[in-house]
């Protein structure tokens, strides 16, 4: 069992800034940063293996930076130049008990353990 708790989300005006945090109960390999609007389906943001091997969605590349803390055991997401459109649940997720991934996939169906998730709202 992963336990994954985030924070750090919010409200802010378009060009904001954010920076979510998810602290999990042991190590993975795979973890990564999801987000979900009502009535569509989950998508991933940015991910990573490892320190520093990271994958980013296109809509996010060069706003968004994905970094963790392997000794606090700690994800990060810092979101930078936010835009309306990146209002959405956004989720931590980790891979575990499956075997490593060996890159660092955006696909939700290959995590499996999640966090409850954190409100970021851009208005603008």
């Known amino acids: 069992q992963v336990q994954l708790v985030e924070s750090g989300g919010g409200s802010v005006h378009a060009g904001g800034s954010l920076r979510l945090s998810c602290t999990a109960s042991?190590?993975?390999?795979?973890m990564g940063w999801f987000r979900q609007v009502p009535g569509k389906e989950r998508e991933g943001v940015a991910t990573i293996i490892a320190a520093d091997g990271t994958a980013y969605a296109p809509s996010v590349s060069g706003r968004f930076v994905i970094s963790r803390d392997i000794v606090k055991n700690t994800l990060y997401l810092q979101m930078n130049s936010l835009k309306p459109e990146d209002t959405a649940m956004y989720y931590c997720?980790?891979?575990?008990?499956?075997?490593?991934?060996?890159?660092?996939?955006?696909?939700?169906?290959?995590?499996?353990?999640w966090g409850q998730g954190t409100q970021v709202t851009v208005s603008s």
């Open positions: 997720a980790a891979r575990a008990a499956r075997g490593p991934m060996p890159w660092p996939t955006l696909s939700s169906n290959d995590y499996n353990y």
């Open positions: 042991t190590y993975t390999y795979n």
